[in-house]
C-alpha cells in the first residue's frame, strides 16, 4: 500500500502513544490524498506520503538520532596581558581546560563588563596595580580561603600568575654610539646629552621607584626612603626636572604604541611589549630598534582574578584551575643570561601606601597625562 506505514524496526520499540497516534494521523492525511490522486504510483514519491511518513517518526528516535555525535561545549577564556602570547612570556598547554585570548589588562574595561550577565572571560589576568582597584571596587571576586589559609593583600582576591619585569627601553637606532653599560636611569633624564622624549606610566608604582633610582638612591634602599614624605617629595621633584620632556603611558599597548611610533628616545615599559613593538611598527619607514636595558629593572607580580559577573559554581572550578593549573607569566626568557639583580616591587609597601600615594601622585600630575 503506497500510504501504509513503515514497520517499526525493533530498534524503535516500544512505540509511545505519541507515536502510535502520529502514525494514524499520517494515515488518514495521506487516505484523503489517495481518494483524489491520479495513480497509486504517484502517492509513493509524494508530499503527503513524505508527511505521513515524516507524522509515523515524531516521538520515535532512530538509532541515528541516539547516535548522534553531541559537539564538546566551548572552553572558558582566561584573558591574558598584552603581548604574553606574542612575546613568548605565557607558553600555552595545548590540551588544558582553558582558551587563552590577550586582552588590553585595564580596570575601565573591567568596568564595562561589570553588569554583563555573562562576562566574556572566566579568568583575567592583571597587574599588581589594576588587581588592587578592580578588588577595593568590587569588580573581581574575592577568594575563598583554602584551610588554614589566610589570604592578605592582593591575594584577597589573586592568583599568582608570575612576575613582569618593567625595564628601561631605548632606541638603539638613535643611539648607536652609546655603550650599552652606558645607559640607566640617570642616562634616562639626561636631555641634555642624550635630547628626546621619554616614556613614563602614569601611575606611582614604579614609576616613583624609578625616580628615586634615577637620583642614585640604591634599589636596596628604595622603599625606606619612598616610606618617607620627604622621599615622596624627592621623587616627585626628580620627575618635575623630566616633566617637558615626558610622554605618559597608561597601559601596556601604550607602551608599545611609543616605541613602534618612535615617540620617545627612552621609555619604562614591560619587557614583553619591547619583543613584539618592533613586528607592529608602521611601514614605510625602518623600525625604531628598541631594546631593553635589565639593569634597575622593576620586577612586579602578575595576578589571575575571576570577574564578578562569574556564576558562584562555575567560580569554584575556575578557582580550582587557577590554584593549580593556570599558565604562568615569565618574560624573564629575554633577559641576558647572566644573573642581573632586579628591584622586587614591595607588594607589602604599596598594599599600605597606594592610595596616598596615587593621591599625591595624581594632584602633581594634574590633567598633563589624560584620562
Known amino acids: 500500500m503506497p500510504c501504509s506505514s513503515p514497520r517499526p524496526s525493533r530498534q524503535t520499540r516500544p512505540q509511545s502513544r505519541r507515536a502510535t497516534l502520529a502514525r494514524a494521523v499520517g494515515a488518514v492525511v495521506c487516505g484523503v490524498w489517495l481518494a483524489s490522486a491520479p495513480t497509486p504510483a504517484a502517492a509513493t514519491d509524494s508530499l503527503p506520503h513524505r508527511i505521513a511518513h515524516w507524522f509515523t517518526h515524531i516521538g520515535t528516535p532512530t538509532a541515528h538520532a541516539r547516535h548522534r555525535r553531541v559537539p564538546p561545549p566551548p572552553r572558558m577564556v582566561f584573558a591574558t596581558l598584552p603581548a604574553a602570547l606574542e612575546s613568548g612570556a605565557i607558553q600555552p598547554a595545548p590540551h588544558a581546560p582553558y582558551a587563552l585570548r590577550d586582552w588590553d589588562g585595564t580596570i575601565e574595561t573591567l568596568r564595562k563588563h561589570t553588569g554583563d550577565r555573562t562576562p566574556p572571560w572566566a579568568a583575567v589576568q ?195 584551575v587557577l590554584r593549580n593549573d593556570a599558565p604562568h607569566y615569565d618574560d624573564s626568557r629575554q633577559a641576558p643570561l647572566t644573573g642581573i639583580p632586579a628591584l622586587p616591587v614591595n607588594d607589602d609597601f604599596w598594599q599600605a601606601h597606594l592610595s596616598s600615594l596615587q593621591t599625591r601622585f595624581r594632584a602633581w600630575l594634574g590633567p598633563d597625562a589624560g584620562p
Open 126 to 320: 592583571l597587574d599588581a596595580t589594576t588587581l588592587a582597584e578592580a578588588c577595593a571596587e568590587g569588580l573581581v571576586q574575592v577568594r575563598s580561603p583554602q584551610p588554614g589559609q589566610n589570604l592578605t593583600g592582593l591575594h584577597r582576591c589573586g592568583y599568582d600568575s608570575g612576575q613582569m619585569d618593567v625595564v628601561l627601553a631605548w632606541d638603539r637606532s638613535r643611539l648607536h654610539d652609546t655603550p650599552e653599560a652606558a645607559i640607566d636611569w640617570g642616562a634616562f633624564w639626561d636631555v641634555a646629552r642624550h635630547p628626546g622624549k621619554r616614556g613614563l606610566r602614569a601611575d606611582p608604582r614604579s614609576t616613583l621607584e624609578i625616580a628615586l633610582m634615577s637620583d642614585g638612591v640604591a634599589p636596596q634602599d628604595v622603599y625606606g626612603v619612598l616610606a618617607t614624605d620627604d622621599g615622596v617629595s624627592r621623587a616627585l621633584r626628580r620627575l618635575d626636572l623630566l616633566r617637558p620632556y615626558i610622554v605618559w603611558w597608561h597601559t601596556p599597548q601604550d607602551a608599545a604604541s611609543i616605541m613602534q611610533n618612535g615617540a620617545a628616545l627612552m621609555t619604562s615599559a614591560p619587557a614583553a611589549e619591547i619583543v613584539v613593538a618592533d613586528a607592529h611598527a608602521p611601514t614605510g619607514r625602518p623600525a625604531p630598534g628598541f631594546v631593553a636595558q635589565w639593569r634597575q629593572s622593576l620586577r612586579d607580580g602578575v595576578f589571575w582574578a575571576i570577574p564578578r559577573g562569574v556564576a558562584p559554581g562555575q567560580a569554584t572550578g575556575i578557582a580550582t
